[in-house]
């Protein structure tokens, strides 16, 4: 990705250098707020990540086990570890997007080169050179790391920019409003289409491989949308950064409401991922419905988060987004553990309940999503440096490694309760253990997990008082400077030859 600098157009590495936009005040755009085409533009990435976050989270794990013939235990370890390694390269994408300087800006060149790249090692997951077996479990490990290396330097500078976008507490709210809305239909077309691809290509080797082509294109599209729609949005200046990684990685570590909000969206998105992972397992040996079963799931729980997205923002904006964010993550939970249930319920009340968890999970989103821009300013108020990328690199490494234990955590759910595996693309005949480990990993787990991980978020501390009192203080430090390095610059010159000599 990187060029020398002063090539036309091609992003160029310079140090010790990151974009910040003003230290204060309202975006380039103006105090009316950003204009929609940028509100839209930005929201299309949510078509790239909300594909790469769902469809590997909700076939690949059956793709594993129920059409290459690899064992659960191994298949989860396949599916972990390659998203576990993005732990290690996000917080690496984002120093890299963060010291990057090019006529597109600093993070526009990683949506279009990272999210290509993210596309065509999609499809190349599905590709089944080799067949069944072994091999083929390694080649998809392989792909798959690739793939999700490329999502990294897709994702963090994607991430980073709202905090650049804007500087108004309430226009970030709005921002992510559009974002969830763009990631709700996102999750619902490659969630709910996907499987119908892979269906209408003849299913097993064959049907996935149209699939993997299918979603591909969706992120493609997902990536052009997001460089293109964000052309004329502001890109702010440039200013000092942390002199290493490790400095900058303990300034994000003193950062209270940061860390807080972090465990807590890492442990929800290892819920989230767990129901995810459960789905066409849940479909096929719950609800018996293994055909249709995936796509009404996906259209349940998806559907009404895009219905619910303008209330969600009116309740953060009236008990504010932490409380609003706890709210969410316990009607997430109730619907998931009333789940429990479901051998005995009828099919409408069943999707009735999933319908209740997407309601959750549409607010649990918009709000975490839009606590971290808060965080970010704070830390740029706080220390004087902008250092976006290293934020949303930590962040999307956490939300990386929630969304990897999820089906990693089902996989072995499904190894301890006796799943059989199958390599034929249909599923094996299960016992009654099985059936149990299948309903208890997606339903009162995720309900576990998202539930108790708001006692994580106790201590997040930071309300627009606090913060504008924070961004306030950062204004009169900064006005008060040059004042200081003048009164500096007049010592200097009454002593040219240092402290206690005098001009001949």
């Known amino acids: 990705m990187d060029a020398p600098p002063g090539g036309a157009g091609s992003p160029g590495v310079a140090a010790p250098a990151v974009p910040v936009p003003p230290a204060a005040g309202p975006p380039a755009s103006g105090g009316a707020g950003l204009p929609r085409r940028v509100h839209a533009g930005y929201a299309l990435g949510s078509l790239a990540t909300g594909a790469f976050g769902t469809v590997p989270g909700l076939l690949l794990l059956p793709y594993l086990t129920d059409t290459l013939g690899v064992a659960a235990g191994a298949a989860a370890l396949l599916v972990l570890l390659p998203k576990a390694w993005d732990v290690l390269v996000n917080p690496v994408a984002g120093r890299v997007s963060d010291r990057t300087r090019s006529r597109w800006g600093a993070r526009r060149p990683y949506l279009l080169g990272a999210g290509v790249a993210l596309g065509v090692f999609f499809a190349a997951i599905f590709a089944a050179p080799f067949g069944a077996g072994p091999a083929a479990g390694a080649y998809v490990a392989v792909a798959f790391l690739a793939t999700a290396t490329a999502f990294a330097f ?21 921002l992510m ?16 289409v996907a499987p119908l691809v892979r269906d209408a290509g003849g299913g097993g080797v064959a049907g996935h491989r149209w699939m993997g082509l299918f979603v591909a294109g969706l992120i493609v599209a997902g990536a052009l949308g997001a460089f293109l729609g964000t052309r004329s949005a502001p890109e702010g200046t440039v200013g000092a950064s942390e002199p290493t990684l490790r400095a900058q990685l303990a300034v994000a570590g003193r950062n209270r409401p940061f860390r807080a909000l972090l465990v807590c969206f890492v442990v929800q998105s290892a819920g989230v991922a767990t129901i995810l992972a459960g789905v066409n397992y849940f479909a096929d040996q719950i609800l018996r419905d293994p055909e249709g079963g995936p796509t009404v799931l996906f259209a349940c ?54 319908a209740l968890v997407g309601v959750g999970y549409a607010g649990q989103q918009v709000f975490a999503l839009a606590m971290l821009p808060d ?90 008082a606090r913060l504008a009192e924070a961004e306030a203080q950062a204004q009169v430090h900064a006005a008060s400077r040059p004042a200081v390095e003048a009164v500096a610059a007049g010592t200097e010159a009454a002593e040219p030859h240092g402290k206690g000599t005098t001009t001949p």
């Open 154 to 174: 897709f994702q963090v500078p994607y991430v980073a920019m709202p905090a650049e976008l804007t500087g108004d507490y309430a226009e970030r709210t709005r």
């Open 177 to 192: 409003s559009w974002r969830i809305a763009v990631l709700a239909l996102a999750i619902l077309v490659s969630g709910a």
């Open 301 to 354: 729980f998806v559907g009404p988060a895009l219905l619910v997205m303008p209330v969600w923002t009116r309740v953060g904006a009236r008990v504010g987004k932490p409380t609003a964010l706890v709210a969410a993550s316990l009607i997430f939970a109730a619907g998931a553990l009333a789940l429990v249930a479901a051998p005995v319920l009828p099919g409408a009340a069943v999707y009735l309940l999933v």
């Open 375 to 464: 965080c970010i300013a704070y830390d740029t108020a706080r220390t004087g440096r902008r250092q976006a990328g290293v934020f949303t690199g930590l962040w999307t490494a956490g939300e990386t490694l929630g969304l990897a234990l999820g089906p990693g955590i089902f996989g072995l759910v499904l190894q301890l309760s006796g799943y059989v595996s199958s390599d034929t693309g249909t599923a094996a005949a299960q016992s009654d253990g099985a059936r149990l480990g299948i309903l208890l990993g997606f339903t009162v787990l995720p309900a576990l997990l998202v539930a108790l991980a708001v006692l994580l978020l106790r201590p997040y501390d930071l309300t627009p």
